[in-house]
């Protein structure tokens, strides 16, 4: 089986080395033939841009199409995924692609039948967390309707006092429309505002002798 070792490290100060070595060594026990050694050095977990992470990623999807089966191997889990939901995310794009993971050091191996079962329990867990964000969510927004709190952005008051106060300079309705970043349309109808009409009250008095 072919091996793919994927190490990182937080600083340039630190070495990838030791978590090379210990992972070329299992490899060998295993009678696994190392295809590639993925380095990401100087970099958080929480990184999402890492480029030997994403170099590892692209070759995974070629491995699925027609070439043998292989496996992923790291030296902790840390240093792959930066949460649960992402190492979930990940071993399930290894899955789809017949690539088996290992954690040397967590002993997590999916090409063993107790470790497909720790990655079932991690993935029903992952879920269930989601689901009782959701819920958290829902609740909280419907908590929050009941006391009156209205949703979305909040309107920005138009500046309609400081055209007022232009006007009564003696600017004209165009100017203090143009000084105060309003429509001309919009600033006549804020000062004149159109009475309140009833249309069947309107047609009684246009119907009446």
Known sequence: MNAALYARVSTREQSADMQLAAMRKYSEMQGWSISKEYVDEGLSGADRTRPALKQLLDDVHGWGEGMKPGVVLVWKLDRLARSLKHLIELTELFQNRRVEFVSITEKFDTTSPAGQLLLHI????????????????????????????????????????????????????????????????????????????????????????
Request: glycine fraction near 8%; include cysteine.
């Open 122 to 209: 991690c993935g029903a867990l992952s879920e269930f967390e989601r689901s009782l964000i959701r819920e958290r969510i829902k609740s909280g927004i419907a908590r929050a309707k009941e006391r009156g709190v209205r949703w979305g952005p909040k309107p920005i008051p138009l500046p309609i006092h400081e055209a007022a106060e232009l006007l009564a300079q003696g600017k004209s309705l165009r100017q203090a429309a143009a000084a105060t970043g309003l429509k001309v349309t919009t600033l006549y109808r804020r000062l004149h505002p159109r009475p309140a009409t009833h249309s069947r009250h309107k047609r009684t008095i246009l119907g009446s002798p």
